[in-house]
């Protein structure tokens, strides 16, 4: 199985200061046709995951553009660039190159200072 | 708009069965890959199952495989999840999420979940 590894696990952040959150996986995760299955979800207290980006940096709809991903191969990041009090939660990365099983890293917590 | 909504959690002793549904409407279901994902109390996500657009192919996570049931009927729109044999380690929040399909990479929406308890 892939096993996807976040850091931090713990993120306390000043309000609009940017925010980094790293992913890292066991094996490469560029898929047989090229592309590259690792997508970034937010969990808000009490709500369900939202999916923020997909395949490694493309902003789902409704998605503010100061979040955004980049990497390749096993490397990748979120990046916050100014957080707002909205963006407290749970940040989750999650490969779907190698499946089954599809594998989520443990989670970031990020908190304002 | 894309809507999913599960429904048939509640408390259950171990050993016991459970089926969840989930129900969807706002995209046409029967082309879209679906999954089960889920939560523990305080933790992460876990996948648990996912299947093919026409039910033909299934999968699941190792630890419930043998005792857990991933259906679909496309003419209702609706998914299911057969639990059998459930645990304590069972206990969590089970979302549907919207799976795969060309142009949609896996988890792009999800159900509000439905909490499972297994205890005595």
């Known amino acids: 199985d892939v096993v996807v590894t976040q850091s931090p696990l713990s993120l306390p952040v000043t309000l609009g200061q940017p925010a980094s959150i790293s992913c890292r996986s066991s094996?490469?995760?560029?898929?047989?046709?090229?592309?590259?299955?690792l997508n970034w979800f937010q969990q808000r207290p009490g709500q369900s995951p939202r999916r923020l980006i997909y395949?490694?940096?493309k902003r789902d709809s409704g998605v503010p553009d100061r979040f955004s991903g980049s990497g390749s191969g096993t490397d990748f990041t979120l990046k916050i660039s100014r957080v707002e009090a909205e963006d407290v939660g749970v940040y989750y990365c999650?490969?779907?190159?190698?499946?089954?099983?599809?594998?989520f890293g443990q989670g970031t917590r990020l908190e304002i200072k | 708009e894309v809507q999913l909504v599960e429904s048939g959690g509640g408390l259950v002793q171990p050993g016991g069965s459970l089926r969840l549904s989930c129900a969807v409407s706002?995209?046409?279901?029967?082309?879209?890959?679906m999954s089960w994902v889920r939560q523990a109390p305080g933790k992460g996500l876990e996948w648990v199952a996912n299947?093919?657009?026409?039910?033909?192919?299934?999968y699941y996570v190792d630890s419930v495989k043998g005792r857990f049931t991933i259906s679909r009927d496309n003419a209702k729109n609706s998914l299911y999840l057969q639990m059998n044999s459930l645990r304590a380690e069972d206990t969590a929040v089970y979302y549907c999420?919207?799976?795969?399909?060309?142009?949609?990479?896996?988890?792009?929406?999800w159900g509000q979940g439905t909490l499972v308890t297994v205890s005595s």
């Open positions: 999420a919207r799976g795969y399909s060309s142009g949609s990479y896996w988890l792009d929406y």
């Open positions: 706002g995209f046409t279901f029967r082309t879209y890959w």
């Open positions: 395949q490694v940096s």
């Open positions: 094996q490469s995760l560029v898929f047989s046709d090229g592309d590259t299955y």
């Open positions: 299947i093919k657009e026409d039910g033909s192919e299934k």
């Open positions: 999650m490969q779907a190159t190698h499946w089954p099983p599809i594998t």
